[in-house]
């Protein structure tokens, strides 16, 4: 599973790639409807051919309703992941290349008339949350399907972060390096347990004294830390748009912001300059990926929203 941006904040993606089973779930149902197909033309095509019509129409029909909520479809030009029609599935034409299945269809986000890679939707199937007994890091997982997860006893846990937009920009960087953790007098090794989660506490627009038309917030993670003292805290990595409506900073472009937030056990700091995330030049989206050592992994991505301020 992964994450997509849908109305101004950040919600977990519904959609994977196809896997095997998948694959012999849809031939099943297609020999199926054969087999009924065929069978049923002994018995009602000469004498009673409007029935096997109507078996005909309404076996794909269903089909054709089965697909069009099972899957979904990803544009190789933009990354959008979208849905289609009942009607739109059953006129578009399909196919099946080294890359999987496609349908050719215009992408609702850029206009892009090309071979779509047909996904799979899992609404109904809730996100999982895994957690490994020899693995001190927890995460919510959207790997693409099971997965063992390797065996760090001994080694130092990790919280990896990685940022990249498609105009090139691509950074890397810990949420438990110890210049991180120096903020609470503490170490990596300190670390007894990590939970992600796409949230945050707070208020960025209250605590940081920003207009919320002019800097959107986009959506934001959080991890929850215990130490091995007992003590808890929580480090929040919050990105939004800023539009730059005063041209004081940035050369006076608009981009995307990244800072910190720390949840102090009796006050909250905000760092507002992490590095060489924290101003990145707009782009059409800009991807969040967050893994541990554990192999577990975390995606986001948000599109860039123009909006009219006057």
Known sequence: MREKYLGGTFVLSSYRKPRKEDWIRTL?????????????????????????????????????????????????????????????????????????GWAYLKCPNCSNRSRMKILIN???????VRF?????????????????????????????????????????????EDKILARFQKKREDVKSVTWSDNIGGSLYTELGVASPYHPLIGSGSASIEFRDGTYTRICDVFYQDFNQKRTHYDGLP??????????PS???????????????????????????????????AYWQELDIQ
């Open 132 to 176: 490994h007994k020899r693995c001190k890091l927890l995460l919510a997982d959207s790997t693409e399907g099971d997965k063992q997860m390797s065996d760090v006893e001994g080694k130092p846990d990790t919280l990896r972060v990685r940022i990249r937009t498609e105009r090139g920009f691509d950074k890397e960087y810990d949420l438990l």
């Open 255 to 264: 981009h995307w912001n990244h800072e910190r937030r720390f949840e102090m």
């Open 28 to 100: 099943v149902y297609i020999a199926a409807y054969l087999m009924a197909i065929g069978f049923s033309s002994f018995y009602l095509f000469l004498s009673y051919w409007y029935l096997w019509a109507a078996l005909v129409i309404g076996g794909l029909m269903i089909l054709v309703y089965w697909h069009a909520k099972a899957t979904a479809h990803h544009c190789t030009r933009c990354d959008n992941e979208f849905q289609i029609s009942i009607l739109a599935n059953f006129f578009s034409p399909h196919g099946v290349d080294r890359e999987g």
């Open 122 to 128: 899992t609404t109904d199937k809730k996100p999982s």
């Open 267 to 301: 006050r909250v700091e905000w760092d507002k300059n992490p590095g060489e995330t924290h101003g990145i030049d707009k782009s059409l989206w800009i991807e969040v990926y967050v893994s541990n050592t554990c192999g577990n992994q975390f995606k986001k991505r």
